[in-house]
């Protein structure tokens, strides 16, 4: 017994002392799934592929901000088809289809064109940038055609998806008001990507490290275009808080740090919180055009149910019930084939050892009351 302690007692000293080493190693990033395709529509992969996980590889001057979108890896290749064409293609991964928008949101240009490919898309001469779910692709052909559109139609298509609520977009740029509204919104999730931007509010004050997000739209009034910044928070009661913090900001605007965006530079100031969303409206508006705009943003609490739900073979009521009775006669088999083990136990250890074990001792005592003795006896007469 005494060896048998100390071999468990080695056996855990062991297993502490490999934890601790693995905790004191640095994650290693997995090699991920390959992004883009060997061939689609026609276009055939040139060599391999190129693939990084370095944010810098794919925007040295903006890698901060991809960070800060949740970028994860990167592919470029080269593609050709027959007729000399050529298509250059990088597409970068993120965490989730919030990352991506963001960024696309990011690199998108005023002068852009909307197009109708994946989830959305903007062009340009031949440079095409659009992103599925929580890939953004750039797209650079040496010569558009009239079929280029339906090709990158087919390459989104083939791009991997990923699994869960990392699908669903921020429901963020949805209470952006449309009237009067100039294209080219941007959304934010990072302190570095709301400095470039080019915000009314600083990032000390917006509070990225308590979960904000950030949706600024421009907007055309008669004074010129204003700003309209949504800064969504977990809570409402962090947002209530924050917007404390904004007003106070703005009463007192000399003492923001020097080379921070100060709210008075911009012009008039208005502000008001719906829900967990802050609206913060600056620029060249009047008091009654701020009102009317920030009216516009009403928060909406609505329960969404983000699980998929199915109806085939293996998720139905009868499927259910089939395969109740198989486990119900699995437990039946089972006690049956318990019950005959235990009796065949018995009359196996009884033949081998019989009166030793589990048979009752003939001298065993017990109670009798000795009714059939009389029966026979003739009556007693008196």
């Known amino acids: 017994m005494r060896h048998l302690h100390t ?21 290693k990033k997995q090699p991920s799934a ?23 590889v794919a925007d040295p001057v903006n890698a901060a901000v991809l960070n800060e979108y949740g970028f994860t890896d990167l592919e470029s290749a080269i593609y050709t088809r027959d007729g000399g064409h050529k298509l250059t293609l990088k597409a970068a991964r993120f965490e989730d289809a919030s990352g991506a928008y963001g960024a696309f949101t990011f690199y998108k240009q ?11 898309a903007s062009s340009l001469n031949n440079r095409i940038l659009l992103y599925r779910a929580n890939i953004l692709v750039d797209a650079i052909f040496n010569e558009l055609t009239v079929m280029s559109a339906a090709e990158l139609r087919e390459l989104t298509s083939l791009l991997p998806l ?11 740029p ?18 570095t990507g709301l ?54 900001s703005h009463s007192q605007h000399t003492q923001q740090e020097p ?36 009216a516009s943003v009403n928060y909406d609490a609505d329960v969404t149910w983000n699980e998929n739900t199915f109806f085939d073979k293996k998720n139905n009521v009868g499927s259910l019930v089939f395969n109740a009775l ?18 065949g136990v018995r009359i196996l250890i009884k033949r081998i050892f019989p009166d030793r074990l589990l048979a009752r001792r003939e001298e065993m005592e017990f109670i009798s009351l000795g009714l059939d003795a009389h029966v026979n006896e003739p009556p007693v007469r008196r």
């Open 162 to 172: 990923p699994p869960g609520n990392a699908r669903n977009l921020p429901s963020l």
């Open 34 to 56: 390959p992004i883009l395709p060997k061939q689609f529509a026609g276009w055939q992969i040139q060599g391999t592929g190129q693939t990084s996980q370095d944010p810098g």
């Open 110 to 120: 005023p002068q852009m064109l909307n197009e109708k490919i994946g989830d959305q």
């Open 195 to 248: 400095l470039k931007v080019g915000a009314p509010l600083p990032a000390q004050v917006v509070g990225f490290k308590a979960g904000a997000e950030v949706m600024l739209g421009n907007y055309d009034f008669s004074g010129g275009e204003a700003t309209l910044m949504l800064i969504s928070y977990p809570t409402p009661q962090i947002a209530a808080e924050y917007l404390r913090r904004i007003d106070v």
């Open 326 to 343: 198989i486990l119900a006669g699995i437990l039946m088999a089972l006690a049956l084939v318990a019950g005959v083990a235990f009796g």
């Open 259 to 294: 080379g921070t965006t100060t709210i008075v530079d911009l012009g008039p100031f208005f502000a008001k919180r719906t829900g967990p969303i802050v609206a913060v409206a600056a620029g060249p508006l009047s008091q009654s055009e701020a009102k009317s705009l920030l």
């Open 174 to 191: 949805t209470y952006l008001p449309r009237q009067s509204y100039v294209k080219n919104a941007k959304y934010v999730m990072g302190p």
């Open 7 to 27: 071999v468990v007692t080695f056996l855990l000293a062991v297993l502490l002392a490999g934890a601790v080493l693995a905790a004191d190693q640095p994650l």
